[in-house]
């Protein structure tokens, strides 16, 4: 009878570790991948699309993988006027994400952390706001209207 005990015990710790190393292949194969997305990105690379950020214009000026796997995406938003933010950013990087999701075929989810200018204090860049933006959104919105659109409104919601 004890054999049959530690038989069955065996093979349920056989069973089980399967079934855990199942379970957990799916988990270790997305992570990769979303990994390698981020590796095949470079400063430069979203610099050409987003531009360079400058005392006097808009552009990346770093990005890190998030914990889901999303690009994060500093960027400066540099506003002319100093009027209208909401609708000038959006307006401003509507045609950039565009452009993102074409040239990086493989890039999904990416969440953008907004500071923009403020001469009149200092520093002079503030807390603009935050959103995300992933593939299924921008092809669904395909004109440039409608992504600024939705833009303004995830800006709008998101101001800090």
């Known amino acids: 009878m004890r054999t049959w005990q530690k038989a069955g015990t065996a093979i349920l710790a056989g ?3 399967i079934l855990f190393a199942a379970r957990s292949a799916p988990a270790r194969q997305a992570k990769p991948e979303k990994a390698k997305v981020f590796e095949e990105l470079t400063l430069p690379e979203l610099r050409s699309v987003l531009g360079t950020p400058r ?5 990346v000026s770093d990005y890190s993988l998030g914990d889901q796997g999303e690009v994060i995406i500093a960027y400066h938003y540099f506003d002319v006027d100093l009027d209208n933010y909401e609708t000038d ?3 401003e990087i509507a045609p950039r994400l565009q452009t993102l999701y074409r040239r990086f075929k493989n890039l999904d989810r990416v969440r953008f952390e907004i500071v ?3 001469p009149s204090a ?3 860049w503030k807390p603009f706001s935050a959103f ?3 593939r299924a959104t921008i092809e669904k919105l395909r004109w440039t209207w409608f992504v600024s659109r939705d833009v303004l409104d995830q800006v709008l ?4």
């Open 15 to 17: 069973l089980a570790t």
């Open 55 to 59: 005392d006097d214009g808009s552009g």
């Open 89 to 91: 950013f959006a307006a």
């Open 116 to 118: 923009a200018n403020e």
């Open 122 to 124: 200092a520093p002079p």
């Open 132 to 134: 995300a933006m992933d």
């Open 157 to 160: 919601k998101n101001r800090k």
